[in-house]
């Protein structure tokens, strides 16, 4: 066991910052808006361009560069022929006009960390008892194609590839079919990960990610650095609101089966289980849409995406109940169905807690504040962490945004996280997890 | 003044009626859809492909076929050189996924009637004082280009022709770009109505349309004629509703300014208030559009159509005051602020007092059932009848049904109708109204 600063195998390094800072600023230039954000959804041209980018970087760094079979992109280097490999990455794809932070600075954070330890390694070959690869996870955002932490799901084997593949964006066109255009389909896998995910060979002995916080506990804590320690569970439905089309000036509001209405009911009820339970509950709704959707047309159906999260997953069996409650209320008041259509559940679960106590001693170790935080969002570690070791660390977001072109964390924030990440990564690739 | 059924110019005819019936039939394939309903949204190549059709239908009967400067569709046959017109008709154009009957059987049963009174005039050369023809009025339904009733608004000088070539669809195709691919806009006006529609050199002598109900009342009496004697009174909106954008997993709810939570307010609210008066007033939200529309994001923005419509003005007045109080206490409970962007309003009026009288004459002349109507929804013979002396009939639609697929009037209903209208226009062609 490591103590003291003297331990540090890769100090922070100004010219390694600075080079940081500057391809984080290159890198957010891909999809730009014109707000400060990006918009760079899965398998997008503009996600494309990021990840050739990416490409070229690691290879330029003498990383090999390879795509499994649902389009997440490694980086590997072999310092140990045969060896499982350390494995750190986030993702690049983000929301429509979403934050330049949200994944991006986890996947360039592992790429700098991963590069500092390949030069650190080349010079010690025989401290390193692991290989060292970076990933970026193929549509972590769910936003063009549902659901969410889809790459990382596969890899876990929580979703099949298959499912996968065949998943439309709105447009009816493929994941298999977006990201064989941008020949970013591999034809085999690189990792063999547990019996679903046996066609690539490689094994992954541990996994980190690093990640802004996209809430504001750190920043208003003023502390560095948060050290997840567990995950919000989540239920995540999709609904279809049945009513019948009618003439918005004719038709007698008695006769009416109003589906925007039975929505709108639906929103307002999500909305008051949410303040029935306090802050241990979220629930939201950000995405419904109207058919046929014309002024002058009460709408006869509408589809919502619906989700709750919790840190108690009996809190979250009750507030499913009561949402079916509601529901049944609503369907008699507004005289519409209403109709689950799909169901996706992750239930809440604790971090690796050798992970946990390992980077707790990388940052005191170099000095820097930290405090355990437990994350609300969903993260491709949430789906990691079920499979190998894990370690989850959090910088702080300015005022918690997220999800939106104003999110920002400062770059000293961007600079220690990457020192602390490359530390903890380091004592992974020597065996510490 | 006429009495008795011997006074009918031109009676009820098995053939012209088979001849109505086939023509609709043939009509309503254009934007034809699976569940038997039509989609032909204005000046889409299926609204162009139907008045394709019913121009070589009235050139092939000897009426003369022009368009005027927003693309309303006349037939003209002069039978007293220099003679006012009496002009008959309704719109060809429907809602996405729509009926059949709403419009187009006017439409129809106009060209059928006109083509009928040609025959009569051209055998009693004496009898006719003014003109004839039929009009097919551009973009009534108001779903692809806003607001409804566009054609004869600017053709009763209520909108601008700028504005109206000038409104964009969500494609950002205008009005002019739309009728002008379609070769279906004219250079010149080719009536004259008031001071603000002086291109065209023709006049107006008087107006006639027929349109399905679109409320149950006459099919639940049994009643088989309906004369509308007087119109609702409508206020539309378009809101928007602005939050902020964030992430559904990682956002606090009291962080949260949920555009979409704020517009779920607003419907509600807006159901609430038809509640309280009862059925002297109807609301409506048919189209809310949510940005970005992604699961697991905090909406921004939402735009919303709303209307409220009203036998009583003062009661619109009231209503009007309430929702803005509702919409006061919605920014305040979501965190939003709800913006008016645009408001569009026309009072209720009657129609032509004598028009009512003429046509329930001729009604009774014929044997036939009737009671008068008020209509809740807008058309075009509502910006008519403010300019000419009008007459508006209704024919009863199935359980009321309309803006729906499966809209639907019996064939002898369309037969009755083009019967009272043929008649109604043979005794406004002789100067009755």
Request: aromatic letters at 8%; one cysteine or more.
């Amino acid at each position: 066991m490591t103590t003291g600063t003297d331990q540090i195998r890769v100090p922070s390094d100004p010219t390694a910052n600075d080079a940081l800072i500057a391809d984080f600023v290159t890198m957010s230039t891909f999809g730009a808006t014109q707000a400060g954000g990006v918009e760079r959804q899965a398998a997008t041209a503009e996600d494309g361009a990021n990840r050739e980018w990416l490409s070229t970087w690691l290879t330029d760094r003498g990383f090999t560069v390879s795509y499994d079979r649902v389009g997440n992109q490694f980086g590997l280097f072999e310092l140990v022929p045969g060896a499982p490999y350390v494995l750190a990455g986030s993702h690049l794809d983000s929301q429509p006009r979403g934050g330049k932070y949200d994944g991006a600075y986890g996947v360039l954070a592992a790429a700098h960390a991963m590069n500092r330890l390949r030069n650190y390694y080349e010079a010690h070959p025989k401290a390193a008892k692991f290989n060292l690869a970076v990933v970026n996870w193929f549509n972590e955002e769910g936003s063009r194609f549902k659901p969410s932490m889809q790459g990382s799901g596969v890899f876990t084997g929580k979703i099949t590839l298959e499912t996968a593949l065949t998943t439309t964006d709105s447009a009816g066109t493929t994941v298999g079919q977006a990201l064989g255009d941008l020949d970013m389909l591999g034809e085999h896998d690189v990792f063999t990960v547990g019996d679903h995910h046996t066609e690539g060979g490689l094994m992954v002995a541990s996994y980190a990610e690093i990640h802004i916080e996209q809430g504001r506990e750190l920043d208003k804590a003023g502390i560095t650095m948060g050290l997840v320690d567990s995950t919000w569970g989540a239920n995540k439905y999709e609904i279809s609101v049945v009513g019948s089309q009618a003439h918005t000036g004719a038709t007698a509001i008695a006769d009416r089966q109003d589906a925007l209405y039975g929505a709108s009911l639906a929103v307002v009820a999500l909305r008051d289980l949410a303040d029935r339970y306090g802050d241990s509950l979220h629930t939201s709704c950000g995405q419904l849409t109207v058919y046929p959707n014309s002024p002058v047309v009460v709408a006869r159906e509408v589809h919502m995406h619906l989700d709750l999260r919790s840190s108690s997953d009996e809190l979250l069996d009750d507030a499913d109940e009561a949402l079916n409650r509601a529901f049944a209320e609503i369907e008699l008041k507004a005289d519409v169905e209403i109709q689950r259509r799909f169901a996706h559940r992750w239930k809440g679960h604790t971090y690796t807690p050798e992970g946990v106590e390992l980077a707790g001693r990388v940052i005191d170790d170099l000095g820097i504040s930290r405090q355990n935080v437990r994350t609300r969002a969903g993260h491709d570690s949430t789906n990691m962490k079920d499979v190998v070791p894990t370690v989850m660390l959090f910088v702080p977001s300015v005022d918690g945004v997220s999800h939106a072109e104003n999110e920002y964390t400062h770059d000293q924030d961007l600079i220690t996280g990457t020192d602390v990440l490359t530390e903890t990564l380091a004592r992974m690739a020597e065996g510490e997890l």
